[in-house]
């Protein structure tokens, strides 16, 4: 097991270096913005997905702490993490650049990070797999319909910077999936039955510590439906694990006989 996470580290950190590397200041077409008609709901939207993105001090501090025993998963919980800090950083220079919001109110974004920290939902490496491959895939979703958006309006900073910053979602997404294949050779009912468990417990990591997150992200057309978290997330997830909705679900019933 040790050395197949080691590998999957290794291709994801491959990938990550040669052909998903990119920076907020070559990448992102910013002199475009001087054409660019700014959307108030997309920089509401950008702002709560600002403030989730930097939470990522918390992130890494209690992902690391869950991981120090296993090497080979904390080499990628630091590139994770870097990966992260960009995200906020990018929403941040669009916001200012743009003009929608000065550096105070950027500056502002940081108070619910300052007032509470996020803890790890679950416990245990296997079921943050099962979290990572949902939130993540979660999170590509919704900035893949951003970027659908920038590009009907016309905004081609925004769509690049969602392109971008989606291209490293989905690629975390995939990191944790496999880490599921894993998990699932060696023990496929209890992986199973902890992604039922993630699912059921499943919330996004703003929600709960960024105030009126569903209220903000639902009025800025910046959320994910239940049933677009359905088709978008849970189906595709469970398709690439290959295990079906019937498999799950009687799993799911089995666990609180073992949880117990
Ligand atoms: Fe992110
Ligand atoms: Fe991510």
């Known amino acids: 097991m040790r050395e197949k996470v080691h590998q999957l580290y290794l291709d994801f950190l491959e990938i990550a270096e040669t052909k998903r590397q990119w920076n907020i200041f070559n990448d992102i077409p910013w002199e475009r913005l001087d054409s660019v008609q700014p959307i108030e709901a997309v920089a509401r939207a950008m702002e709560v997905y600002c403030t989730e ?5 918390d ?10 025993a296993d090497l080979e998963m ?9 990966e992260e800090s960009r995200h906020g950083l990018v929403f941040r220079e669009y916001l200012t ?15 619910p990070v300052a007032n509470r920290a996020w803890t790890l939902p679950f416990d245990t490496r296997r079921r943050m ?3 990572g491959a949902l939130q993540e895939a979660a999170t590509y979703a919704a900035y893949k ?9 016309g905004d081609q ?3 690049a910077i969602f392109h971008h910053v989606g291209s490293d979602e989905a690629a975390h997404a995939a990191f944790y999936r496999s880490m599921i294949k894993l998990e699932l050779e060696q023990d496929r009912q209890g ?10 417990n499943f919330k996004m990591p703003g929600d709960g510590l960024i105030p009126d997150y569903h209220q903000r992200l639902e009025s800025s057309g910046g959320g994910l439906s239940a049933r677009a978290f359905v088709q978008k997330v849970i189906l595709p997830t469970l398709t690439s694990l290959r295990i079906s909705r019937a498999e799950l679900k009687l799993e799911a019933r089995r666990q609180p006989a073992a949880d117990a």
């Open 129 to 131: 797999s099962c979290y």
């Open 59 to 68: 992130y890494s501090a209690e992902g690391l702490r869950l991981l120090r």
């Open 157 to 159: 900073v925004a769509a």
């Open 53 to 57: 993105e930097m939470y990522v001090p």
């Open 191 to 200: 992986t199973i039955a902890d992604l039922g468990h993630v699912l059921a």
């Open 145 to 153: 319909a951003q970027k659908d958006r920038a590009l009907a309006s």
């Open 74 to 82: 904390v080499g990628f919980q630091i590139r994770w993490a870097f």
């Open 97 to 111: 650049r743009s003009g929608m919001r000065s550096a105070a109110d950027v500056a502002e974004l940081e108070t």
